[in-house]
């Protein structure tokens, strides 16, 4: 069973404005940890934000929040003031505690395109 | 700090032949993990290393190994190259294993197999 959903096509959005990328997951673990990472065309993976399970507060990093609805399952990314640079793939991960602490999951990824 | 770094970065192989992929973590970082991403099947983790020590394994067959040295560097080895295995290599690292640590992505290495 796919542990991580993403499930939005290509997104397109204009600079300046929010856009929001929607993450779904699938554990039966109460203590995991939750990623977000960032790849622009040249492939390397980039640490945005993290959020774990019995965090209380919703995870902030600069532009980036996320929104943790730990009932429903979600943690969709919030990316604020979208800028030229945020062109990328964008991957939600997910790593449960039982199932190895640095074996991390990924979704398909959601492919942003930020216009001017 | 300098970044994970791999190498090489770019590599075309033909099938049968082998190949060694290296990754130098961050510095202080004692766990190194491997990812294989490819369009079809997406990221999938292959292994990781702890402490000189493989601790998790993903489902991949045999030709896929790896090792960690004393200084933490990491070299993951596949043998008998199939066309499937053509894909961008990613090596993460981290501190120490625990729930809240942060995986660190390389720039990857390409691997092309003809």
């Known amino acids: 069973a796919q542990k991580i959903t993403q499930t939005q096509p290509g997104m397109f959005v204009q600079e300046k404005e929010a856009v929001t990328l929607d993450c779904t997951y699938d554990t039966s673990d109460q203590s995991y940890g939750l990623f977000w990472y960032k790849q622009p065309s040249s492939g390397e993976m980039i640490f945005l934000i993290y959020?774990?399970?019995?965090?209380?507060q919703n995870a902030t990093e600069g532009r980036y929040s996320l929104n943790f609805q730990k009932a429903r399952k979600s943690a969709n990314l919030v990316i604020s003031a979208s800028q030229l640079g945020d062109s990328a793939m964008y991957f939600c991960?997910?790593?449960?505690?039982?199932?190895?602490?640095?074996?991390?999951?990924f979704g398909k990824g959601n492919q942003v395109v930020v216009i001017p | 700090k300098a970044g994970v770094t791999q190498t090489p970065r770019y590599l075309i192989k033909t099938r049968g032949q082998q190949v060694t992929l290296s990754c130098s973590p961050i510095?202080?970082?004692?766990?190194v993990s491997w990812y294989q991403q490819t369009p079809g099947q997406g990221l999938q983790f292959l292994f990781e290393?702890?402490?000189?020590?493989?601790?998790n394994k993903g489902n991949f067959p045999g030709r896929f190994s790896g090792r960690q040295f004393s200084n933490s560097r990491s070299e993951m080895n596949v043998s008998t190259l199939e066309l499937g295995d053509s894909a961008l290599y990613l090596c993460a690292s981290s501190t120490v294993a625990t729930s809240t640590d942060t995986q660190y992505f390389g720039p990857g290495t390409r691997l092309t197999v003809l």
């Open positions: 510095s202080g970082h004692r766990s």
């Open positions: 959020q774990g399970s019995y965090d209380e």
């Open positions: 991960a997910m790593r449960e505690v039982s199932y190895g602490n640095n074996r991390l999951a």
């Open positions: 290393y702890f402490s000189e020590t493989q601790r």
